[in-house]
């Protein structure tokens, strides 16, 4: 097992602290641009690790943690001096828009086992950005995660609708039919 933070890829990094944290009962969950990038492929890159306190844990308990692995807390983030990678921990509870998310996915790694958005709710992630807030950067997110990955469209179809964004819901789905 990899325990030396510079030799970590993103990835191995998000299993380890997602093991250490486990191990004192804490779950998180990887979201957001990280997972985007696993699951674009690489279209995407991120340096923000946003691993969603699933359980909402006391903060305490992952500043102590994040501090036995030698990470140092500034402003909201977490850094260490052998990774440009920064963690931060948005409180939960993990859902998407309005709806919870059910299941996670899981990534065996050389450093310890990374829980993640499934590419399903990774899209929904994404795709709440773009009905909410116009994010279009978050639209093409949603499109690349899409054409990588097999997903439940009638999952994300249902969802956009009780979401009530019909419309930007087709537009992400002419987006994805178009390269498929």
């Known amino acids: 097992m990899k325990t030396s933070v510079k030799d970590m890829s993103m990835q191995e990094l998000d299993g380890f602290i997602c093991d250490a944290l486990k191990d004192k009962g804490i779950h998180v969950v990887l979201s957001g641009g990280s997972c985007v990038q696993?699951?674009?492929?690489?279209e995407y890159t991120s340096y923000d690790l946003d691993l969603i306190n699933q359980y909402n844990e006391q903060f305490k308990k992952i500043q102590a943690t994040m501090e036995e692995?030698?990470?140092?807390?500034h402003n909201r983030y977490f850094?260490?001096?052998?990774?440009p990678l920064f963690i931060e921990f948005p409180s939960?509870?993990?859902?998407?828009?309005?709806?919870?998310?059910?299941?996670?996915?899981?990534?065996?790694?050389?450093?310890?086992?990374?829980?993640?958005?499934?590419?399903?709710?990774?899209?929904?992630?994404?795709?709440?950005?773009?009905?909410?807030?116009?994010?279009?950067?978050?639209?093409?997110?949603?499109?690349?995660?899409?054409?990588?990955?097999?997903?439940?469209?009638?999952?994300?179809?249902?969802?956009s609708f009780k979401?009530?964004?019909?419309?930007?819901?087709?537009?992400?789905?002419?987006?994805?039919?178009?390269?498929?």
């Open 38 to 42: 696993i699951y674009s492929r690489g």
């Open 69 to 73: 692995l030698g990470f140092k807390e």
């Open 79 to 83: 850094t260490h001096a052998d990774t």
């Open 92 to 159: 939960g509870p993990l859902g998407v828009g309005d709806a919870p998310v059910e299941e996670i996915a899981e990534i065996d790694t050389e450093a310890g086992v990374l829980r993640l958005l499934t590419p399903t709710d990774c899209i929904k992630d994404r795709l709440a950005a773009y009905y909410h807030w116009d994010d279009e950067q978050c639209l093409q997110q949603a499109i690349w995660v899409a054409q990588q990955n097999n997903f439940d469209r009638d999952s994300v179809k249902q969802w």
């Open 163 to 180: 979401e009530g964004m019909e419309e930007k819901f087709l537009v992400f789905e002419k987006s994805v039919l178009q390269v498929l």
